[in-house]
């Protein structure tokens, strides 16, 4: 079970709007910590899509945002694309463990 | 643009030790954290540990006892050493940049822990 809850999946049509939930603590979040966002598309490596909440690496679309708020964050997807379909993982650092833990992964599926 | 590239042994037998390297290229390995990071098959991704270019270490937890990390910066290498494996262990192993996000991947290795 990980420490950052995602739901393990989502889907939406193409051109629809889509938000990924990452639900942390005290420990993480709550304590102040930045949320990171990947994005693993099949068979690949995962990319960074977002870093320290919410600034996006260039070469990022800007239909990709995201946010966070008390003990949680959020990624959104406007205008959903065919090419957005991939796994997509929340990071962050956790006091009580001590170290850098991830969400467990949300798959997202484009109708 | 910085290139991350892991090598090393993709069988590994029970109770040995998986070893490997992570080869940077395109941008210095000085003053910035490298970490490892596994994902076994169909699973999520499991922070392992990192490593500063001084040889600094943080480790997971879960894992502290079983892992040793160590950085040869005139190589532009860091290393992985994961004792006592399982095949609990077998999964894709990916080094990172690691100066708070994990920016820069290598493509990964997969390392199965079998006899």
């Known amino acids: 079970q990980s420490v950052l809850t995602q739901p393990p999946s989502v889907s939406g049509a193409p051109g629809q709007r889509v938000t990924i939930s990452c639900t942390g603590s005290s420990s993480n979040f709550g304590a102040g910590y930045d949320v990171h966002w990947y994005q693993q598309l099949p068979g690949t490596a995962p990319k960074l899509l977002f870093y320290v909440n919410n600034n996006r690496p260039s070469g990022v679309p800007d239909r990709f945002s995201g946010s966070k708020s008390g003990t949680s964050a959020s990624l959104a997807i406007t205008g959903l694309q065919a090419e957005d379909e991939a796994d997509y993982y929340c990071q962050s650092y956790d006091s009580s463990l001590t170290g850098w833990v991830f969400g467990g992964g949300t798959k997202l599926t484009v109708l | 643009q910085v290139q991350m590239q892991e090598s090393g042994p993709g069988l590994v037998k029970p109770s040995e030790t998986l070893s490997l390297t992570c080869t940077v290229s395109g941008d210095s390995i000085n003053s910035y954290y490298w970490s490892w990071i596994r994902q076994p098959a169909g699973k999520g991704l499991e922070w392992i540990g990192r490593i500063y270019t001084s040889g600094s270490t943080n480790y997971n937890p879960s894992l502290k006892s079983r892992v040793t990390m160590s950085v040869d910066t005139s190589k532009k290498q860091f290393s992985l050493k994961l004792t006592s494996v399982t095949a609990a262990d077998t999964a894709v192993y990916y080094c990172?940049?690691?100066?708070?996000?994990?920016?820069?991947w290598g493509q990964g290795t997969l390392v199965t822990v079998s006899s």
């Open positions: 990172a940049r690691n100066p708070g996000a994990f920016d820069y």
